[in-house]
């Protein structure tokens, strides 16, 4: 299925910076609570992420993240999802989580 342009830019992927992680046990799978940092426009937005098999809280806590920040809330069991966090799956399946490849200002758009 091919999309428009005009389809691929009303995603909006932003980068944060993760500046809390905490391990989500009611998740069906083994997942993270983040608090991400978009910058001023945007601020801090809630996310929960499939992604313990490679990471721990302390390891993403500082890093910056890429995720889409226009999608509807929803809801993980007790925990509001405000934002998707993007990664792809290595050949075991695990989620590597997208990031920009330098520093880049909270809240910057991807194009």
Same mark, same amino acid.
């Given at each position: 299925?091919?999309?428009? +342009?005009?389809?691929? #830019?009303?995603?909006?992927? $932003?980068? &944060?910076? @993760? @500046?809390?992680?905490?391990? +989500?046990?009611? *998740?069906?799978?083994?997942a993270f609570k983040l608090r991400i940092d978009f910058g001023p426009g945007? &601020?801090?937005?809630?996310? %929960? ?12 806590? &500082? $890093?910056?993240? #890429?995720?889409?920040?226009? +999608?509807?809330? $929803? ?8 934002? #998707?966090?993007?990664?792809? %799956?290595?050949?075991?399946?695990? @989620?590597? #989580?997208? *990031? ?6 909270? &809240?910057?758009?991807?194009?």
């Open positions: 299925m091919t999309i428009s +342009f005009d389809d691929f #830019l009303k995603v909006d992927i $932003r980068a &944060g910076t @993760v @500046v809390h992680a905490e391990p +989500f046990p009611e *998740a069906r799978k083994p945007i &601020g801090e937005k809630k996310s %929960s992420a499939q992604i313990a098999a490679l990471y721990t809280p302390e390891a993403l806590v &500082g $890093r910056q993240v #890429l995720a889409v920040v226009n +999608f509807p809330p $929803r809801q993980i069991g007790p925990f509001m999802s405000e934002v #998707l966090v993007l990664g792809l %799956s290595d050949d075991q399946g695990h @989620v590597v #989580l997208l *990031a920009p490849e330098r520093g880049v200002p909270d &809240g910057a758009r991807m194009h």
